[in-house]
């Protein structure tokens, strides 16, 4: 795939898939021209994609059905391949392709952008790519359960939480959920089956199991008592077809054409922007000078964590970030097993994350699971970067490098 160079499509183009292979980059025009007034409206403003990645992204915190979502949405384009394309080459069958584990990962743009925290020290791309894989394997996995299970062996797999999400996701009032979510605590405290494990063809309950579930909820739940059973069974039905919806959406690009319309995007409905003045905030010296500070940070602390291993530890990820040699190759090279390779570099990749993680909590960043996730994911572009730059021969000493000249490995 043609890696995008110019800063303004990078921002305004979106990937055009032939079959599974990868066609050509589509520039929409609305979001090529706002880029070119952008960067006319603000000539000291620098062409680096980092930069205009935090700047679209602090402008969609403020605006976020401004033409900020559209730019954020074509930065992560590649992202999104990148990290299809590896899914589909290293986990999954042949049935899957780039391009549904592509529309798969770029469905989940929005929530990237919220779960993202520019003062962590992070790159956006970088944090994608690592929440983009993780949720394209859990939809995998669920999209196998939801295809193959019958409504009712659906309802038992589901987690409350999972539930909680559907429903809400579905729309409803947080008084019905509350009543479907005790329906359905009922549904599987009764409806238990009789083979362990057996449960994906599931069948419906019959009359009587769903009387007991009835006299269970009203129990449990008098102030909303069901007077017919057949109620619960209608409330289950909508819960199922929630976690569908929910487990397995429709995905649906900003380009598509408005319903109803012979003409129009969905892109049209974006209000144009109204950012100057957080431009020229977010290009401040002082912000820049910050944010190179911390990366500075987090470089010296991988540098210092390095230096604390072991001759063989670092030779092997010398060997492995720098050389790009196998496991195997590796193996034959230092004369000792390849699963002995496989151990320590996944050793050494714990006592890095380590580090990095109480540097984190030394800067009171809590470490929820997507910030771990980013951490993993920073970890892995910087040791490339960091080998790259340094002199292969034995025993010399890793050089230092900022994360400000990290490139994606995937590009």
């Known amino acids: 795939m043609r890696s995008r160079q110019d800063i303004v499509e990078i921002f305004s183009s979106f990937i055009q898939f032939n079959a599974d292979r990868f066609s050509n980059w589509a520039t929409e025009p609305k979001l090529r021209r706002s880029m070119q007034k952008s960067l006319a409206q603000s000539p000291q403003a620098t062409t680096k994609e980092n930069f205009w990645a935090l700047y679209w992204h602090k402008l969609w915190l403020a605006q976020p059905e401004s033409l900020a979502f559209g730019h954020l949405y074509a930065y992560l384009q590649e992202a999104g391949y990148w990290a299809a394309q ?56 669920q999209r196998q359960e939801v295809d193959i299970c019958t409504d009712w062996s659906l309802l038992r797999k589901l987690s409350h939480k999972r539930l909680e999400e559907a429903l809400q996701n579905a729309g409803l009032s947080p008084e019905k959920i509350a009543s479907y979510l005790i329906a359905w605590n009922c549904f599987k405290t009764i409806y238990v089956p009789t083979q362990a494990g057996a449960t994906r063809q599931l069948a419906k309950p019959d009359s009587a199991t769903w009387e007991a579930i009835a006299k269970l909820y009203n129990s449990q739940n008098p ?60 290009i401040t010296q002082e912000e820049l000078q910050n944010r190179q500070t911390q990366q500075q940070q987090i470089s010296e602390v991988l540098i210092a ?19 790009a040699l196998t496991q195997q190759q590796m193996a034959a090279q230092l004369d ?21 993680a109480q540097w984190s909590q030394d800067l009171h960043i809590s470490l929820t699971s997507d910030v771990l996730k980013n951490i993993s994911a920073v970890l892995d572009e910087w040791l490339q970067s960091h080998y790259s730059q340094t002199d292969m021969a034995a025993g010399d000493s890793p050089t230092s490098a900022t994360l400000a000249d990290l490139k994606s490995s995937r590009e």
């Not at 000792?336 to 990095?356: D, M, P, V």
Request: hydrophobic share 40%; charged share 20%; proline share 3%.
């Open 305 to 323: 964590a390095i230096a604390k291993l072991d001759v063989q530890a670092q030779q092997i990820l010398q060997l492995y970030y720098g050389g």
């Open 86 to 141: 590896n899914i589909v080459t290293n986990f999954t069958s042949s049935q899957q392709t780039v391009a549904d584990c592509f529309q798969i990962a770029i469905a989940k743009v929005d929530k990237i952008l919220q779960g993202f925290n520019s003062q962590q020290g992070f790159n956006l791309k970088n944090y994608a790519s690592a929440i983009f894989t993780s949720t394209i394997k859990e939809t995998l996995r």
């Open 223 to 282: 102030s909303t008592k069901i007077h017919q059973a057949e109620t619960l069974e209608q409330w289950m039905l909508a819960c199922a077809k929630a976690a569908r919806s929910y487990l397995y959406p429709t995905v649906a690009s900003i380009n598509t054409p408005k319903p109803g319309q012979d003409a129009g995007e969905w892109l049209d409905n974006l209000p144009e922007l109204q950012g100057e003045s957080l431009l020229t905030n977010i």
């Open 336 to 356: 000792i097993k390849q699963y002995t390779i496989s151990r320590r570099l996944t050793k050494c990749r714990e006592e890095l994350l380590k580090a990095l």
